[in-house]
């Protein structure tokens, strides 16, 4: 199962293109879907 990292890939170069907050926004939840990871919330 590696289609999430093409799907993330594709949003990666969206968001180089759009820099959008939504686009970041959406960037990290398909970062918490794909890798649920403990990340840190001092952002």
Same mark, same amino acid.
């Given at each position: 199962? $590696? $289609?999430?990292?093409?799907?993330? !890939?594709? @949003?990666? !170069?969206?968001?180089?293109?759009? %820099?959008?907050? $939504? %686009?970041?926004?959406? !960037? *990290?939840?398909? !970062?918490? *879907?794909?890798?649920? @990871?403990?990340?840190?919330?001092? @952002?």
């Amino acid at each position: 199962m $590696w $289609w999430p990292l093409l799907l993330l !890939l594709l @949003v990666l !170069l969206l968001t180089e293109y759009l %820099a959008t907050p $939504w %686009a970041f926004s959406f !960037l *990290a939840f398909l !970062l918490g *879907a794909c890798f649920p @990871v403990d990340l840190p919330h001092d @952002v």
